[in-house]
């Protein structure tokens, strides 16, 4: 498959597999404007998820399968119980811990590190928790006469609501070359900002929607690219990464194409709509 890349992508692999792909950074936009290297070769990437198919969601070729400890059900509806009743929580936790420290027990301590606080919260919350489970099981059993009528004492002893559930996890699996690899599962998309050198030495950023962090690389580095490409041509290719899992090459745009999602955000450029007004936008990544 890597034989379908272009040059350039199959060249950049490479020094990504042998660990010589370097971050381009700049710590501010007007900064990378300023100090970029502009002999280098610019080239960007976009990288479109499309959904799994129905048929091998819970496939393990496909996904990776764990489990996952979800707790009892009384674990569970006490969780329930204290979140519609955050403030009293709060309250009850501060007034406990309070009340405990003036205790023999613990007034010899002078100096609260912070294990001894976390040690005392977590005393403190399973003491609240065993305090109010006989309100949570007859809540409990309320439900089940709601839902069972006639049968729940029959329900009520066939379910131990004490034993922990265990559920099963379902994750995509992505396997991609490095650096497309890394992939947040946040996103349907990423766009990545490459350089090469003149000693064929590769710099790479990720953009993304995912998180603060992708989008002001996102942003500073699509406005970068796109005053770039008024200077020279920024060619785009653009891969997909299918329903099947496979990372496919689908086309080469000769200039910067850019995704505009989240673009404007998390770095405060002003000179937005001039600067970007030669990118060819990318309107919908399910349509490229």
Known sequence: MKNEFPKIINE???????NKLEHLNFHSFENAVEHIDRTMD??????????LDDDIRRDEHFVSVSEVNTGSAVEYKTQMYWLKRQDEHFDLIDARIEKLKNTPEYQHIKEWELEDEVRLKDRVLEELNQEIQPKIIRMMKEEYKLMYEDEWEEKWHQEDIFKDRIRKDYRRKYDMPIPFWHWDIRNTWQQFYFARDKEENFYYRKGGSGSSGQRYHHCIFGHLFAIINDEKPVPTYFFRYDSRNRFLFDREENELWLNFMDIRTNCGIRETREILKNVHRIERTWEI
Not at 12 to 18: E, F, H, Y
Not at 42 to 50: D, G, K, N, S, Y
Request: cysteine-free.
């Open 12 to 18: 950049m692999i490479t020094k990504a597999d042998a």
């Open 42 to 51: 610019f080239f960007a990437v976009h990288v479109h998820i499309e959904p």
